[in-house]
């Protein structure tokens, strides 16, 4: 499962649409993992449920369809790496799909690396420190692109 490196990459390819908010809506990314306080990390916060409840409480704050949106996608989009990442600990995967399943998700494959919680383990740091490396090599262009498109077109309107 990715870092708060990798989720907040992902909080700005995603939010990319949005003029001003950015450190807001990489706090967004990364709040899905408060669950690792109560003990439930992976469950209900990293599910779709959860992302269109934060969606509604964007949109009855903001009163703004188009940030609500963004904020459901961008809190959407942690649950989705996370889904996509190497998992160290059992239960496997995310509650993806919570409300509608209780069933835990991971893909077939991995393209991000686990992050290790155990800091008293010898290779805690240099193992966490290869995974974000990873992260930003492979989610740190996607965020230039689109934050450059996002510039480009914004300067031809």
């Not at 907040?8 to 939010?15: D, Q, Y």
């Amino acid at each position: 499962m990715p870092s708060p490196i990798g989720h907040g990459l992902a909080s700005l390819i995603v939010g990319a649409p949005q003029k001003r908010g950015w450190l807001a809506l990489a706090l967004v990314g990364m709040a899905p993992d408060l669950d690792l306080l109560w003990g439930r990390h992976g469950m209900e916060t990293h599910s779709v449920g959860a992302a269109f409840l934060v969606a509604l409480v964007a949109l009855a704050f903001t009163r703004n369809r188009r940030t609500a949106l963004i904020v459901g996608l961008v809190w959407f989009a942690h649950p989705l790496l996370d889904a996509l990442g190497e998992d160290s600990s059992a239960p496997y995967g995310v509650m993806l799909w919570w409300p509608f399943s209780h069933q835990h998700f991971i893909a077939p494959f991995a393209i991000f690396d686990s992050i290790y919680r155990a800091y008293w383990k010898a290779d805690f740091w240099s193992h966490n420190a290869v995974a974000a490396i990873k992260e930003i090599a492979i989610l740190g262009p996607v965020a230039c692109l689109a934050w450059w498109w996002r510039r480009r077109s914004l300067s031809t309107r």
